[in-house]
């Protein structure tokens, strides 16, 4: 069981509920946790990954983009990893990377996408500023497959649309 998938959640949360001086602390658990996985674990795609996204989660930039780079050239399919690192790039004030990956995530055409590569474009497109276009691509996201969730209030990369009348009106309850 990945404890560390819960504990970045936990974290999430409470920065979407403004709790953010207790958001280091829960993040610290959940790096501890991946990093004291016996050795057996720790080189499991699913670990360095969880160690990713906390790294990414607590802002420690470089070594979040030395580990992403990492498993992107291993796993180079993989549409989450090519979107962090976007989502990365735009946090760093890097907009031409930034906004080059979010291209090609505009232009990859295969199966079972689901929209998450349109996601990706999303959270970037809020990084970079642009939340117009932030919210078009959420909707096209959703039209394409991404299902709502309780994770869309809290996701750390959509923080500067919390304001947004826009975005409030995508967490309304549907149904």
């Keep these: 069981m990945d404890v560390g998938v819960w504990m970045r959640a936990a974290a999430y ?14 993040l610290e658990e959940a790096e501890a946790w991946y990093r004291n996985r016996p050795a057996s674990e720790a080189k499991q795609e699913s670990v360095r990954s969880g160690l990713w996204a906390v790294l990414y989660a607590s802002q420690q930039w470089d070594e979040a983009r030395r580990l ?8 180079p399919e993989n549409v989450e ?19 080059r990956i979010a291209d090609q995530l505009r232009n990859l055409d295969r199966k079972y996408l689901v929209g998450g590569h349109t996601l990706w474009r999303a959270r970037i497109a809020t990084l970079l500023g642009d939340h117009g ?3 078009e691509l959420l909707r096209e996201a959703f039209a394409q497959g991404v299902p709502y969730g309780i994770w869309l209030h809290r996701d750390p990369d959509l923080e500067p649309l919390r304001g947004d009348p826009g975005f409030r009106e995508l967490l309304e309850p549907r149904g």
């Design 133 to 135: 276009a932030a919210l």
């Design 13 to 26: 949360e409470l920065l979407a509920h403004g709790h953010r001086s207790a958001v280091g602390a829960a």
């Design 68 to 75: 992403g780079e990492a498993l992107r050239r291993k796993f």
């Design 81 to 99: 990893y090519l979107g962090r690192i976007g989502a990365l790039a735009a946090r760093q004030q890097r907009r031409d990377e930034a906004q």
